[in-house]
């Protein structure tokens, strides 16, 4: 496990309440399945995978920094997406690479949801596909990384 990428997940806010949480928006996978589902993407990329949920935004910023030795970083920072100047701070500080992640299509709903302030922090953004989001998050972050 040495020599393999390490790379951090952060699903933000309400992420805990998939499967019951609007359905037609966010699906109807759990929270769990998700993670089972990166776990198993994380095995066949051949790499580590830490994974991590919080509904607060000092948390999310403490797991940046604790784990800023990380390869990369896969967020979906949720409803901090639109507000957080702070998580935007911690990614730069750390000088980790990221990719912001959303299930849902941030730019075809509400005019609010379309202005990212964690994005110009992130070598990109992926939204609209699910839980497989942060499986295409994953293989972005992995190329990324081995291409810089």
């Given at each position: 496990?040495?020599?393999?990428?390490?790379?951090?997940?952060?699903?933000?806010?309400?992420?805990?309440?998939?499967?019951?949480?609007?359905?037609?928006?966010?699906?109807?996978?759990?929270?769990?399945?998700?993670?089972?589902?990166?776990?198993?993407?994380?095995?066949?990329?051949?790499?580590?995978?830490?994974?991590?949920?919080?509904?607060?935004?000092?948390?999310?910023?403490?797991?940046?920094?604790?784990?800023r030795d990380?390869?990369?970083?896969?967020?979906?920072?949720?409803?901090?997406?639109?507000?957080?100047?702070?998580?935007?701070?911690?990614?730069?500080?750390?000088?980790?690479?990221?990719?912001?992640?959303?299930?849902?299509?941030?730019?075809?709903?509400?005019?609010?949801?379309?202005?990212?302030?964690?994005?110009?922090?992130?070598?990109?953004?992926?939204?609209?596909f699910g839980?497989?989001?942060?499986?295409?998050?994953?293989q972005a972050?992995?190329?990324?990384?081995?291409?810089?």
């Amino acid at each position: 496990m040495g020599d393999r990428l390490k790379i951090l997940v952060i699903h933000g806010p309400n992420i805990n309440l998939l499967g019951t949480r609007e359905p037609g928006i966010y699906g109807n996978l759990t929270l769990e399945e998700v993670d089972n589902k990166i776990k198993t993407a994380a095995s066949d990329f051949d790499i580590e995978v830490s994974i991590y949920q919080s509904n607060n935004e000092g948390d999310i910023i403490d797991v940046i920094q604790k784990k800023r030795d990380y390869n990369g970083l896969v967020i979906n920072p949720a409803a901090y997406t639109h507000t957080s100047v702070a998580i935007y701070d911690a990614i730069i500080a750390c000088k980790i690479p990221a990719v912001e992640v959303h299930i849902s299509n941030i730019h075809g709903r509400e005019s609010f949801r379309k202005n990212s302030l964690i994005a110009p922090s992130c070598v990109g953004q992926i939204s609209g596909f699910g839980y497989y989001s942060y499986i295409l998050g994953l293989q972005a972050i992995i190329d990324y990384i081995k291409n810089s």
